[in-house]
């Protein structure tokens, strides 16, 4: 019988090391430099792989995104200052590659998942590709769960599942960002990532720090690329975030993945489709942005053990619903949070407009009774919008519709139910419970 030598993973990252090293230095030349693209000749590589462009101002990493004979196609990760044409190339091997690991929580890291807090090193933990398949059809779990969000009106008229997967849509200004940081604050899931892509720079330290505060961050990996980014930077950490994700459900544990937002990744996208010659189509989205979504979205969501519970931001333009990019993730994703404009500046947080709101597995992860609830309330608040402006003008006639006139009865009560102050936590059951008193007609 032969015995069969099986390396520990230490063991195994210093004979990847040892044999990366061994390689003979495959180097070529920039021939040309045209918008947002380089063009390398005089060596190989795969669509993915990491080239290392020797500019004036250092060593500047570059991702092959398109081969066109023996010419390599690359997007930068950094600056093109300093690139010409003659100007070194050499491959880094393969593709990019990022450490993940359980010392990640409470880390900053920027969108090639390099520390950017200050804090040490990332020593140590896994190294692993940032692409990777989504789970098998048949090999995942069902959403079963549901996971409590700590927003009273999420978690009882749109309610998610563990391993569910929904989107926030809204324009800009009307408090997606601020949802967010309430969701990380109030979950009761294990860990959370959160991905802030294309954000303003002066945000993302306000969000830590206040939104998210020392308890949020504490259970949280955030990853950041700001607006000033290479489109291939804000692209990679969208899936940088996703496969820090992937490492913790792999792990078994419930991980809920918020990104800010889905629409700056596929902006992202068209950038890089476009720059490499990809013909505009719907708004002038290149039909590689099509592609993006599903291979992203379908990466979370409930594995063999474990799961991903996916909250993305859509930021919708022009408050146009039904543009390309919302279109399509609404198509794709198992559910839609609508914020209204219109509540926002009238003060009411969060700006949730709960008849446009829904989850796909409400009926999966919610009781009888608890469901009862949730359609009794939506029933009433779909006949309060019909008479509203008859209310107003002094035109309407009670009698003329009891759910309407039950309605007005309890809308203080139901407005007050729905606003929901930022640092207040409320969790599923208190919100549930909360419902019943409201429809009851007595005190939350």
Not at 6 to 29: E, I, Y
Not at 204 to 227: C, K, M, Q, W
């Amino acid at each position: 019988m032969t015995a069969t030598f099986t390396p520990n993973s230490a063991l195994q990252r210093r004979l990847d090391t040892a044999a990366s090293a061994a390689k003979p230095l495959l180097a070529g030349q920039v021939s040309s430099v045209l918008g947002l693209s380089v063009a390398v000749r005089g060596i190989p590589g795969r669509v993915g792989d990491l080239l290392s462009i020797d500019s004036d101002h250092g060593p500047v990493l570059a991702e092959v995104v398109a081969l066109s004979g023996d010419q390599l196609t690359c997007l930068p990760l950094g600056s093109l200052d300093g690139i010409g044409a003659g100007t070194p190339v050499v491959t880094t091997g393969g593709p990019m590659r990022i450490t993940v690991g359980d010392h990640l929580r409470g880390r900053v890291l920027d969108g090639l998942g390099r520390p950017m807090d200050g804090g040490p090193g990332l020593l140590g933990g896994e190294l692993v590709g940032v692409d990777n398949a989504a789970p098998n059809a048949l090999a995942r779990g069902r959403v079963t769960e549901q996971l409590s969000l700590g927003v009273r009106a999420l978690d009882t008229l749109t309610p998610a599942g563990r391993g569910q997967r929904m989107g926030i849509f809204a324009g800009s200004g009307v408090g997606k960002s601020s949802l967010l940081s309430m969701i990380t604050r109030g979950t009761d899931a294990e860990i959370s990532v959160i991905a802030l892509v294309g954000e303003r720079g002066r945000e993302v330290r306000e969000f830590i720090e206040n939104d998210l505060g020392p308890e949020g961050l504490a259970r949280s990996v955030v990853v950041v690329a700001t607006s000033d980014q290479p489109p291939l930077v804000r692209l990679r950490a969208c899936f940088v975030a996703t496969r820090i994700a992937e490492w913790f459900r792999d792990q078994g544990k419930d991980v809920l993945l918020l990104m800010d937002s889905l629409t700056r990744a596929a902006m992202a996208q068209r950038e890089v489709g476009l720059s490499v010659g990809e013909p505009p189509a719907t708004r002038g989205y290149p039909p590689s942005v099509f592609a993006l979504l599903p291979r992203l979205l379908e990466r979370a969501g409930p594995g063999e053990v474990g799961s991903i519970t996916g909250l993305y931001t859509v930021l919708v333009e022009g408050d146009d619903h039904n543009e390309p990019i919302a279109d399509s993730a609404r198509s794709i994703l198992d559910g839609h949070i609508v914020l209204d404009r219109k509540l926002a500046t009238a003060g009411h947080f969060p700006s949730i407009d709960v008849l446009e709101s829904i989850s796909r597995v409400a009926g999966a992860v919610t009781s009888r009774d608890e469901r009862a609830a949730a359609t009794e309330l939506r029933r009433m608040l779909a006949a309060y919008r019909d008479i509203r402006e008859l209310v107003e003008i002094g035109a309407y006639v009670p009698g003329t519709n009891p759910d309407a006139d039950r309605a007005r009865e309890l809308m203080p009560a139901i407005n007050a139910f729905l606003r929901q102050d930022l640092e207040d936590q409320t969790t599923a059951e208190t919100a549930w419970n909360a419902l019943a008193a409201v429809l009851n007609g007595s005190e939350a």
